[in-house]
Nanobody, 123 residues
Framework: QVQLVESGGGLVQTGGSLRLSCLAS????????AAWFRQVPGKEREFLAS????????HYQDSLQGRIIISRDNAKKTLSLEISSVKPEDTAIYYC????????????????WGQGTQVTVSS
């Protein structure tokens, strides 16, 4: 098993940028593909980006490509997400996840989740 803890959320102004981190403990992070999702109340968890075990393959949600970058440092047991040019609609709880058993963009396929970190974008 792997335990995940997100950090880096908070309040950011429109047009700014932020970097979210996800620290893994337990089993080595390198054992798992990983991803970032976000969720707003009343909506399904939304796929943002995924990355393969050693970072060789990434996938991004089409509408966000160009504004987000997913990365990982297995030695530091960390998964990261950078978001630039943030907008009020980026306000959500952001989650990291690991261990997909199926389609990388399907949140139901992930075994392990962090508790989430709130990001609020002010207009």
């Amino acid at each position: 098993q792997v335990q995940l803890v997100e950090s880096g959320g908070g309040l950011v102004q429109t047009g700014g940028s932020l970097r979210l981190s996800c620290l893994a403990s337990g089993r080595a992070l390198s054992n798992y593909d990983a991803a970032w999702f976000r969720q707003v109340p009343g909506k399904e968890r939304e796929f943002l980006a995924s990355i393969s075990r050693y970072g060789g393959t990434t996938h991004y949600q089409d509408s966000l490509q160009g504004r987000i970058i997913i990365s990982r440092d297995n030695a530091k047991k960390t998964l990261s997400l950078e978001i630039s040019s943030v907008k009020p609609e980026d306000t959500a709880i952001y989650y990291c996840a690991a261990g997909p058993t199926g389609i990388y963009s399907d949140y139901t396929q992930y075994l392990y989740w962090g508790q989430g970190t709130q990001v609020t974008v002010s207009s």
